[in-house]
Nanobody, 122 residues
């Protein structure tokens, strides 16, 4: 499975962006899909995940929405009310075996995209 993340860019605080993660190589409709991010000088952290239902980090709950279009083999992350602290490289990931116990951990995912940079200016 290859994952291609796109949609990052520069946006002002309060603005919106939609990230896309296109999968190729095989159908990922049964996979758990996640978004993680890594800010400069920080560890990579969980943002959101979905298999059938979405789950979010507390820091983005109510502002971000993860969704998937199985017909397009693509997962999206709609980001609203962006804050400067959302600035990071955003990575998408896919899990062949998705489990609640590991869904927020990098180790729970088997495939990773290359990342897309989101910069939020104040």
């Amino acid at each position: 499975v290859q994952l291609q993340a796109s949609g990052g860019g520069l946006v002002q605080a309060g603005g919106s962006l939609r990230l896309s993660c296109a999968a190729s190589g095989r159908t990922v409709s049964s996979y758990g899909m996640g978004w993680f991010r890594q800010a400069p000088g920080k560890e990579r952290e969980f943002v959101a995940t979905i298999r059938w239902n979405p789950y979010y980090a507390d820091s983005v709950k109510g502002r971000f929405t993860i969704s998937r279009d199985n017909a397009k083999n693509t997962v999206y992350l709609e980001m609203n009310s962006l804050k400067p602290e959302d600035t990071a490289v955003y990575y998408c990931a896919a899990a062949r075996v998705w489990a609640i116990a590991t869904m927020t951990s990098e180790s729970g995912y088997d495939y990773w995209g290359q990342g897309t940079l989101v910069t939020v200016s104040s």
